[in-house]
C-alpha cells in the first residue's frame, strides 16, 4: 500500500537556526510531492511541489526551500527561521492514476 | 484563477442529526475534481470523499455524500446520522484534472454536540 511518512511530528526552533523537514513515500514510484502550510486556524496554503527528482516549483517567495534529491523523498529547509515560519507543515503526495492526495501526519514548527 | 469559496466558518449539530456544508468554487474547466477533506484535532488530513466533475451523479460514502450542482458551481457535503468523531474543520478543495495542485477553501469547523 501507499504510504508516507513525514518527520519530526514537533519541532521547536530558535529565530536564526536552520530548518529540516523530511517526506517520504513509500508504495508508489515517480509521485508528485507537495509542502503546504497551514497557519493557527486557517487554510492551507501550498509552498513547493515537485513532479520528478530535482524538479521544484516554488508557488511562494519566502525563506524556505524545497529538494527532492530521490524519486520519493520531499525536504523543507531554511537556513535561517524567522518568526514568521511558524506553523503546520504538511506533505502531501499523488499519485499519476489521481485519486486525491495523501497527507503525512504534519510537522507543528513553533520558532521562538 | 480558481478559487474555492466556504462560506460557514463554524457549524454545528446534534449527534445523530444530519448537517450540511457548503462549498461553491469558481473555474473556467469542464474537467476537474471536488474533494472534502477532514482535519480532526490530530490535525492529520483525511480524504472524505470525491467527484469527478464528467460524472452525474453524486459521490456517496456510507454517511457522506455530496450534492454537486456543475452549473451553479456547487459542491455541498452531507454527513448523515452525525458522531462525536466527525467533529474536525472539514476542507473542500479543487484540482485540475491533470493539475498539478490542489485549490483549497478556508475550512469550515464542524461540532457535533452529544
Redesign the interface.
Known sequence: SQTIHQWPATLVQPVGSPLSLECTVEGTSNP?L?WYR?AAG???Q?LF?S?GIGQI?S?VPQNLSASRPQDRQFILSSKKLLLSDSG?Y?C?FRTKG??????G??T?LTVV | AQTVTQSQPEMSVQEAETVTLSCTYDTSESDYYLFWYKQPPSRQMILVIRQEAYKQQNATENRFSVNFQKAAKSFSLKISDSQLGDAAMYFCAYSENYGQNFVFGPGTRLSVLP
Not at chain 1, 98 to 103: A, N, R
Open positions: 508528485n507537495y497551514q486557517r487554510g492551507l501550498l511541489y513532479v516549483s508557488e503546520f504538511l502531501a489521481f485519486y486525491g492526495y495523501t497527507f501526519s504534519g507543528r
